[in-house]
DNA sequence: TTTACGGCAATTTTT
DNA sequence: TTGCCGTAAA
């Protein structure tokens, strides 16, 4: 191993510092993940134990590379670095909490619950508090869960969220808050642990309990965080309380792409770093390896108008290579097409897996989607449902999880489920009597229905069985067979295979918990971006994280979509945006795109409105980019003269037609008396009416049930 | 109490 | 478009 050659003077650095607390921020694409590595594979040679290195980082697969790439470097072939603990805060939480349960009084052993068992329960909650029967103003429980989420994550009380982001539902501060006390109150209950639980209580673990704190800072002499700057508070304190005596803490971020504020995750943590362990070398990565200085230009102009922050300008030796373009379709439906006709070009130059769209949503990829599967293209998405989440791989997990847990309630559900006759009121009832041992309540039940005896007998028989997960899915899933096919009986051959892959990964495992929990903690959804060949890569920007291409495309950049328009409110969230953006472009490597559509269609009206382009897009100096307009075929057309965004001209009128084609896409809108304009509409005050006619000023003549006629400015209006 | 149906609203990001 | 929730029928 050769360091000095391999890596540069601040990679060299961080590399080699001495103990210490050690903070390294590196700029995206500096060559962090090499650093670590570097930094690993030397402290085992320098002969410390692996088994004493603490390495978490923000994902399994971003440990299993770093682990791997640094037994490659030792000469360990492929294989992961023997010995070092790595994984996710949440999974390594999870280990110590189950070596610990007895200390925590949880003697049985505890479930982890995902966001989906979550908000099943929260229902439950809101059914036995009685609260939101026939108040449509009443959150919905994904919304409750999610409520509650964030003021676990952020640490403060519910009607504070609500105040400072929600405050529509301040009338339903107290019962929300009542509603997250009966929450915490099942999962004590029922023994069910969610995500927020696994490092509080860590955490309370490591206050109450020196003994184990001590344990922890002796067996672990390094500890390196990755992604520092997506930890929220209490993953903060938990650092502190781990780290070891050898003040041996390294953490390795880039406060620019700090994104995850929404789930707790706080910028301050990375700037008190310096702080909290005084001492601290601070190390910054600013030499890019991965994007041309062009694209890096437009980067740093995005982080100019940044608030706090640590100062860094990336540069770059491949000082080749063209501007990022500015694209402009008509609208963000012709979007679509512009971006597979530029995709094409594109793959002229490079692979199709070399090529990203990016967005700020899921569901701003549904028209690219459609174009790409006329056109033919390949592609592959991301942050969509996970392998875990898949209603038949949850389906199939209830058996085995009521072994593990007869009071988990959500797998108790989802059994019954497929028991005709049996919803969840039943099913609750059944799960009382099986807490209770009431064996007379379910032997009736059991009478009554002949099918509910036998999932009792297989489940009596998974239970007898010695507990390796591998036979026992094998029989869950010859149990739910006839289920699966009933289910889906289109899909039933693919969610099978599904199911066998199931088997193979619980056959890798010898505890049902340690299955059951990774299952939920850290989906195997696999290393599809290497396993599939050749397709296009769409991503949220979120789950792009991390990644790279040659060629980057971003979508919808106008305000409202980016910055979403959730954000325009708060500056702090408005920042998030920004780096969002930044993330974003920093993916690319030899070519960025960044569509700007010039109008939005907006279904329910059936017209495009104008938009602005997005605020980060206006304050870019019009020199780093290039501009190309949509021309009537669809093509993209350079434009000699430099961006311009004064606000579009509206096409005719207030309203164009809905572009069904790139040429109908300007179209002259159709007079004021078409009558397709006439249809019904909204009003906030008078309720649903129907339009008798337009006028001119933007003004309509409605017609209200009870009201009678009035005249209205369209814009107060919402068309049906 | 279950199940099927239809209306209705919403649609950010996720360990 | 989906997916949630309330309603009505069985």
């Known amino acids: ?81 023997p010995g070092v603990c790595g994984g996710t805060f949440h999974a390594f939480a999870y280990a110590a909490l189950r070596r610990h349960h007895q200390t925590l009084g949880f003697p049985q052993g505890f479930t982890v619950i995902d966001r989906a068992d979550a908000d099943e329960l929260i229902g439950r909650v809101k059914d036995d508090l009685g609260l939101g029967k026939g108040d449509k103003s009443f959150p919905k429980k994904s919304h409750v869960a999610e409520l509650i989420g964030k003021s676990r994550n952020k640490e403060c009380r519910v009607a504070d969220i609500i105040s400072r982001e929600s ?37 309370r673990l490591l206050v109450e309990h020196e003994d184990v704190r001590e344990f922890y800072r002796r067996r672990f002499t390094h500890i390196m965080v990755d992604e520092y700057q997506d930890t929220n508070r209490v993953q903060a304190r938990l650092i502190t309380l781990l780290a070891p005596h050898t003040g041996n803490v390294m953490a390795v971020g880039d406060d620019a792409q700090s994104i995850y504020a929404f789930r707790g995750a706080t910028v301050d943590n990375i700037l008190a770093f310096p702080r909290i362990f005084p001492g601290t070398a601070v190390i910054k990565l600013e030499q890019n390896y991965r994007s041309t200085q062009p694209i890096l230009e437009l980067t740093n102009a995005i982080l100019q108008n940044a608030g706090e922050k640590y100062d860094k300008t990336l540069f770059s030796t491949r000082t080749d290579g063209p501007k990022p373009e500015l694209l402009r379709p008509f609208s963000d439906i012709t979007q679509a097409r512009m971006a597979v006709v530029k995709i094409r070009e594109l793959a002229r130059k490079w692979p199709l897996h070399e090529i990203a769209v990016l967005f700020r949503a899921g569901y701003q990829s549904y028209a690219l989607e459609v174009e790409l599967g006329k056109a033919n293209i390949p592609f592959q998405k991301y942050g969509g449902i996970k392998f875990s989440e898949a209603a038949h791989i949850k389906d199939v997990l209830a058996y085995p999880r009521v072994v593990a847990n007869p009071l988990d309630p959500a797998a108790w559900t989802r059994c019954l489920s497929f028991v005709p006759k049996i919803g969840p009121k039943t099913a609750l009832r059944l799960m009382e009597a099986v807490r209770l ?61 599904g199911l066998e892959q199931l088997q193979q990964i619980a056959s890798g495992y010898s505890s049902l918990d340690a299955l059951l929990a990774d299952m939920t903690l850290e989906s195997p959804d696999e290393d599809k971006r290497k396993a599939r060949e050749d397709h296009l890569v769409l991503s949220t920007v979120h789950s792009s994280k991390g990644l790279e291409w040659s060629a980057v495309l971003l979508l919808d950049l106008v305000d409202e979509r980016f910055p ?9 969230d408005l920042e998030e945006e920004r780096r969002l953006l930044y993330v974003a472009c920093t993916r690319a490597r030899d070519y960025l795109g960044l569509f700007v559509p010039e109008t939005l269609y907006n279904r329910q009206a059936g017209v495009c409105s104008p938009v602005q382009p997005s605020l980060f897009v206006r304050e870019l100096p019009a020199s780093l ?91 107060y209006l919402e068309m049906e």
């Open 625 to 715: 980019c290039t501009m190309v307009r949509e021309s009537l075929s669809g093509r993209p057309v350079p434009q000699s003269d430099s961006p311009d965004f004064a606000p579009p001209r509206p096409l005719s009128g207030s309203a164009a037609a809905p572009p069904s084609g790139p040429i109908t896409a300007c179209e002259p809108a159709p007079p004021r008396t078409d009558p397709s304009l006439l249809g019904y509409c909204r009003h906030k005050v008078f309720g649903r009416g129907k339009i008798i006619a337009r006028l001119e000023g933007g003004k309509c003549r409605v017609n209200f049930p009870g009201f009678g006629p009035k005249m209205i400015l369209s814009d």
């Open 437 to 497: 041992g009431d064996q007379a309540a379910i032997d009736k039940a059991a009478k009554k229905h002949p099918q509910l005896a036998e999932l009792f007998a297989f489940l009596d028989s998974l239970r007898a069985m010695p507990p390796h997960p591998g036979p026992i899915l094998e029989r869950a899933i010859a149990h739910h067979a006839p289920h699966l096919m009933e289910k889906y009986p289109d899909d039933y051959p693919r969610r099978l295979t």
């Open 167 to 203: 405050f529509h539902l301040l009338p339903h501060a107290d019962d929300l808050e009542r509603m997250a006390d009966g929450y915490a109150a099942a999962k004590a209950a029922h023994h069910l642990m969610d995500y927020d639980d696994l490092l509080f209580l860590l955490e």
């Open 1 to 81: 191993m050769d360091f000095e050659n391999d890596l540069n003077p601040a990679q060299y650095q961080a590399v080699t510092a001495a103990g210490g607390p050690l903070l390294v921020i590196a700029g995206a694409g500096s060559g962090k993940t090499r650093t670590i590595v570097y930094r690993l594979a030397r402290l085992v040679q320098q002969g410390v134990d692996p088994a004493s290195i603490l390495l978490l980082t923000f994902t399994r697969k971003a440990s299993q590379e770093m682990l791997s790439r640094a037994a490659m470097l030792l000469g360990h072939g492929g294989d992961i670095l």
């Open 564 to 572: 979403s328009r959730h954000a325009l409110t708060r500056d702090e």
